[in-house]
């Protein structure tokens, strides 16, 4: 059974930095993609960024710049390093994961974790 579990959210104030983490549990993605999608209330799901097989990385216009993604050598873990933090990035961060290929959009993702909240103050 595959697990993805997030950590590392909380309150930060506004230029302010939070690094999330993703661990996957049940198998690796060594030839698919992990990344972030993040939704924020009454908003849909939003595509922040994702790491794929080949260790390019990808990022949504609104977070680059500010946002790395990295991973392990295990390709297991995935990090989230959110730096420069406004209050519009306040909401949930979700891990996603494909087993191959890629992702853009919520539907092209596998698995998913639980979800960490991120809220940054003004």
């Known amino acids: 059974q595959v697990q993805l579990v997030e950590s590392g959210g909380g309150l930060v104030q506004a230029g302010g930095s939070l690094r999330l983490s993703c661990a996957a549990s049940?198998?690796?993605?060594?030839?698919?993609?992990m990344g972030w999608f993040r939704q924020a209330p009454g908003k849909e799901r939003m595509f922040v960024g994702r790491?794929?097989?080949?260790?390019?990385?990808y990022y949504a216009d609104s977070v680059k710049g500010r946002f790395t993604i990295s991973r392990d050598n295990a390709k297991t873990t995935v990090y989230l390093q959110m730096n420069s933090l406004k209050p519009e990035d306040t909401a949930v961060y979700y891990c996603?994961?494909?087993?191959?290929?890629?992702?853009?959009?919520?539907?092209?993702?596998?698995?998913w974790g639980q979800g960490t909240q991120v809220t940054v103050s003004s």
């Open positions: 996603a994961a494909r087993r191959e290929g890629s992702f853009w959009t919520p539907s092209g993702a596998e698995y």
């Open positions: 790491i794929n097989w080949t260790d390019d990385t």
């Open positions: 049940g198998r690796t993605f060594s030839r698919g993609a």
